[in-house]
Protein backbone atom coordinates (compact mmCIF):
# COMPACT_ATOMS: atom_id res chain seq x y z
CA UNK A 1 0.00 0.00 0.00
CA UNK A 2 1.02 3.61 -1.15
CA UNK A 3 2.10 5.35 1.98
CA UNK A 4 1.57 9.22 2.67
CA UNK A 5 2.97 11.66 5.07
CA UNK A 6 1.21 14.83 5.72
CA UNK A 7 1.88 17.47 8.95
CA UNK A 8 -0.21 16.65 11.83
CA UNK A 9 -1.40 20.02 12.26
CA UNK A 10 -2.13 23.45 11.03
CA UNK A 11 -2.98 26.78 11.76
CA UNK A 12 -4.65 29.37 10.25
CA UNK A 13 -6.43 32.82 10.06
CA UNK A 14 -10.09 33.50 8.58
CA UNK A 15 -9.95 34.64 5.24
CA UNK A 16 -6.47 32.66 4.11
CA UNK A 17 -5.22 30.45 1.62
CA UNK A 18 -4.31 27.17 3.47
CA UNK A 19 -2.21 24.53 1.82
CA UNK A 20 -1.83 21.09 2.95
CA UNK A 21 1.02 18.94 1.47
CA UNK A 22 1.41 15.40 1.13
CA UNK A 23 3.86 13.27 0.09
CA UNK A 24 3.71 9.92 -0.93
CA UNK A 25 7.02 8.81 -2.49
CA UNK A 26 6.22 5.33 -3.50
CA UNK A 27 2.65 6.23 -5.21
CA UNK A 28 2.34 3.87 -8.39
CA UNK A 29 1.36 4.43 -11.65
CA UNK A 30 -1.73 4.05 -11.89
CA UNK A 31 -2.39 5.59 -8.17
CA UNK A 32 -5.00 7.98 -8.14
CA UNK A 33 -4.63 10.59 -5.05
CA UNK A 34 -7.49 11.62 -2.89
CA UNK A 35 -8.16 14.28 -0.14
CA UNK A 36 -11.30 13.85 2.27
CA UNK A 37 -12.57 16.16 4.67
CA UNK A 38 -13.37 14.87 8.45
CA UNK A 39 -15.47 16.60 10.77
CA UNK A 40 -16.00 15.98 14.52
CA UNK A 41 -18.13 12.65 14.78
CA UNK A 42 -19.03 12.47 11.11
CA UNK A 43 -17.58 10.26 8.49
CA UNK A 44 -14.97 11.67 6.26
CA UNK A 45 -15.89 13.27 3.15
CA UNK A 46 -15.14 13.36 -0.33
CA UNK A 47 -13.31 16.86 -1.35
CA UNK A 48 -10.79 16.46 -4.43
CA UNK A 49 -9.31 13.86 -6.51
CA UNK A 50 -6.90 14.12 -9.63
CA UNK A 51 -4.12 11.60 -11.02
CA UNK A 52 -1.28 14.52 -12.46
CA UNK A 53 -1.51 18.57 -12.70
CA UNK A 54 -4.12 20.56 -11.58
CA UNK A 55 -7.80 19.63 -10.22
CA UNK A 56 -9.80 22.31 -9.60
CA UNK A 57 -13.48 22.05 -8.24
CA UNK A 58 -15.57 24.82 -5.77
CA UNK A 59 -14.10 23.37 -2.88
CA UNK A 60 -10.69 23.36 -3.39
CA UNK A 61 -8.05 22.75 -5.84
CA UNK A 62 -5.23 20.15 -5.90
CA UNK A 63 -1.44 20.56 -7.43
CA UNK A 64 0.15 17.40 -8.47
CA UNK A 65 3.74 17.93 -9.57
CA UNK A 66 5.40 15.94 -12.48
CA UNK A 67 6.73 13.08 -10.36
CA UNK A 68 3.92 12.66 -8.68
CA UNK A 69 5.38 12.54 -5.04
CA UNK A 70 3.53 14.72 -3.51
CA UNK A 71 0.35 16.32 -4.15
CA UNK A 72 -1.11 19.64 -2.28
CA UNK A 73 -4.29 20.79 -1.26
CA UNK A 74 -5.55 24.37 -1.73
CA UNK A 75 -8.33 25.65 0.26
CA UNK A 76 -8.98 28.83 -0.79
CA UNK A 77 -9.92 31.90 1.87
CA UNK A 78 -10.90 29.24 4.67
CA UNK A 79 -13.38 29.86 7.58
CA UNK A 80 -14.26 28.89 10.54
CA UNK A 81 -16.42 25.71 9.44
CA UNK A 82 -13.49 24.66 7.21
CA UNK A 83 -11.58 23.63 10.81
CA UNK A 84 -11.82 19.38 10.23
CA UNK A 85 -9.28 17.01 10.02
CA UNK A 86 -7.86 16.36 5.97
CA UNK A 87 -6.52 13.35 4.76
CA UNK A 88 -4.82 12.10 1.95
CA UNK A 89 -5.06 9.30 0.39
CA UNK A 90 -3.22 6.99 -2.44
CA UNK A 91 -5.00 4.09 -4.18
CA UNK A 92 -3.61 0.97 -4.05
CA UNK A 93 -4.03 -0.47 -7.67
CA UNK A 94 -2.30 -3.91 -7.06
CA UNK A 95 -4.08 -7.04 -8.56
CA UNK A 96 -6.94 -7.49 -6.54
CA UNK A 97 -6.55 -4.90 -4.24
CA UNK A 98 -9.46 -2.13 -3.07
CA UNK A 99 -7.95 -1.00 -0.27
CA UNK A 100 -7.30 2.70 1.08
CA UNK A 101 -5.13 3.70 3.27
CA UNK A 102 -6.25 6.33 5.90
CA UNK A 103 -2.92 8.08 7.62
CA UNK A 104 -3.88 9.92 10.75
CA UNK A 105 -4.45 13.05 8.43
CA UNK A 106 -3.94 16.77 9.03
CA UNK A 107 -5.66 18.34 11.88
CA UNK A 108 -6.75 22.07 10.46
CA UNK A 109 -7.64 24.83 12.82
CA UNK A 110 -8.94 27.99 11.22
CA UNK A 111 -8.74 31.23 13.72
CA UNK A 112 -11.09 33.89 13.62
CA UNK B 1 -31.45 8.58 -1.92
CA UNK B 2 -30.73 7.84 1.61
CA UNK B 3 -27.16 7.36 0.96
CA UNK B 4 -25.32 5.07 3.55
CA UNK B 5 -26.66 4.39 6.79
CA UNK B 6 -25.66 2.91 9.89
CA UNK B 7 -27.53 1.20 13.12
CA UNK B 8 -26.97 2.04 15.79
CA UNK B 9 -25.88 5.13 15.97
CA UNK B 10 -24.28 4.18 19.97
CA UNK B 11 -24.11 0.95 21.53
CA UNK B 12 -22.50 -0.15 24.46
CA UNK B 13 -21.37 -4.05 25.39
CA UNK B 14 -20.17 -6.03 27.57
CA UNK B 15 -17.18 -7.93 27.30
CA UNK B 16 -17.99 -11.09 25.79
CA UNK B 17 -21.12 -10.16 24.07
CA UNK B 18 -21.53 -10.22 20.43
CA UNK B 19 -23.68 -8.04 18.58
CA UNK B 20 -24.21 -6.97 14.61
CA UNK B 21 -23.74 -3.36 13.35
CA UNK B 22 -25.84 -2.42 10.37
CA UNK B 23 -24.84 -0.85 6.90
CA UNK B 24 -26.96 -0.49 3.99
CA UNK B 25 -26.89 1.80 1.18
CA UNK B 26 -29.61 2.68 -1.93
CA UNK B 27 -26.95 3.50 -4.65
CA UNK B 28 -26.73 0.20 -6.04
CA UNK B 29 -22.90 0.23 -5.38
CA UNK B 30 -21.03 -2.91 -5.67
CA UNK B 31 -18.34 -1.87 -3.44
CA UNK B 32 -18.51 -0.96 0.74
CA UNK B 33 -16.18 -1.33 3.12
CA UNK B 34 -15.90 -1.45 7.05
CA UNK B 35 -13.54 0.92 9.30
CA UNK B 36 -13.11 1.57 12.46
CA UNK B 37 -11.57 4.92 13.86
CA UNK B 38 -10.03 5.20 17.09
CA UNK B 39 -9.79 8.62 18.83
CA UNK B 40 -7.10 11.09 17.30
CA UNK B 41 -6.21 8.07 14.70
CA UNK B 42 -7.02 7.53 10.99
CA UNK B 43 -9.62 5.09 9.72
CA UNK B 44 -8.34 0.94 9.36
CA UNK B 45 -9.93 -1.18 7.07
CA UNK B 46 -11.55 -3.86 8.85
CA UNK B 47 -13.13 -5.85 5.46
CA UNK B 48 -14.73 -4.91 2.28
CA UNK B 49 -16.59 -6.77 -0.12
CA UNK B 50 -16.59 -6.25 -4.38
CA UNK B 51 -20.07 -7.33 -4.52
CA UNK B 52 -22.96 -9.57 -3.34
CA UNK B 53 -21.17 -12.91 -1.94
CA UNK B 54 -17.52 -11.46 -2.08
CA UNK B 55 -15.70 -10.34 1.12
CA UNK B 56 -12.10 -10.17 1.98
CA UNK B 57 -9.97 -9.03 4.96
CA UNK B 58 -8.92 -5.56 5.48
CA UNK B 59 -5.94 -4.40 7.62
CA UNK B 60 -7.68 -5.30 10.88
CA UNK B 61 -10.04 -8.08 10.30
CA UNK B 62 -9.74 -10.23 13.85
CA UNK B 63 -12.52 -10.47 16.08
CA UNK B 64 -14.93 -9.63 13.33
CA UNK B 65 -17.09 -11.17 10.70
CA UNK B 66 -18.90 -9.56 7.78
CA UNK B 67 -21.26 -11.09 4.95
CA UNK B 68 -22.63 -9.43 2.14
CA UNK B 69 -26.20 -11.55 1.06
CA UNK B 70 -27.10 -8.45 -0.95
CA UNK B 71 -25.95 -5.25 -2.61
CA UNK B 72 -27.42 -3.06 -0.50
CA UNK B 73 -26.46 -4.47 2.69
CA UNK B 74 -23.05 -5.27 4.79
CA UNK B 75 -23.16 -6.11 8.21
CA UNK B 76 -20.51 -6.56 10.33
CA UNK B 77 -20.36 -8.54 13.19
CA UNK B 78 -18.78 -8.77 16.04
CA UNK B 79 -19.03 -12.31 18.14
CA UNK B 80 -16.71 -11.80 21.58
CA UNK B 81 -16.27 -8.14 22.10
CA UNK B 82 -13.32 -6.69 23.25
CA UNK B 83 -12.11 -3.72 25.23
CA UNK B 84 -9.83 -3.31 21.92
CA UNK B 85 -12.87 -2.97 19.77
CA UNK B 86 -14.23 0.38 21.33
CA UNK B 87 -13.96 2.96 18.50
CA UNK B 88 -16.59 4.55 16.02
CA UNK B 89 -17.04 2.26 13.10
CA UNK B 90 -17.68 3.75 9.75
CA UNK B 91 -18.99 1.95 7.06
CA UNK B 92 -18.72 3.44 2.87
CA UNK B 93 -19.63 2.52 -0.81
CA UNK B 94 -18.28 2.81 -3.83
CA UNK B 95 -19.78 2.92 -7.43
CA UNK B 96 -16.50 1.33 -8.67
CA UNK B 97 -13.31 0.70 -7.54
CA UNK B 98 -12.02 2.96 -4.93
CA UNK B 99 -9.15 4.16 -6.76
CA UNK B 100 -10.81 5.57 -9.14
CA UNK B 101 -13.96 6.75 -7.10
CA UNK B 102 -15.24 8.30 -3.84
CA UNK B 103 -16.08 7.13 -1.28
CA UNK B 104 -19.78 7.62 0.28
CA UNK B 105 -19.07 6.76 4.23
CA UNK B 106 -22.36 6.54 6.64
CA UNK B 107 -22.55 8.59 9.98
CA UNK B 108 -20.74 5.74 12.24
CA UNK B 109 -21.44 3.98 14.95
CA UNK B 110 -19.86 4.80 18.12
CA UNK B 111 -18.95 1.49 20.55
CA UNK B 112 -17.76 1.23 23.88
CA UNK B 113 -16.93 -2.12 25.33
CA UNK B 114 -16.84 -2.24 29.01
Same mark, same amino acid.
Given at each position: ?112 | ?28 ? /? ?6 ? #????? @?? !???? %? ?14 ? /? ?6 ? #????? @?? !???? %? ?30
Amino acid at each position: LAKTTQPISMDSYEGQEVNITCSHNNIATNDYITWYQQFPSQGPRFIIQGYKTKVTNEVASLFIPADRKSSTLSLPRVSLSDTAVYYCLVGDSGAGSYQLTFGKGTKLSVIP | NAGVTQTPKFRILKIGQSMTLQCAQDMNH /NYMYWYRQ #DPGMG @LK !LIYY %SVGAGITDKGEVPNGY /NVSRSTTE #DFPLR @LE !LAAP %SQTSVYFCASTAIPVEEETQYFGPGTRLLVL
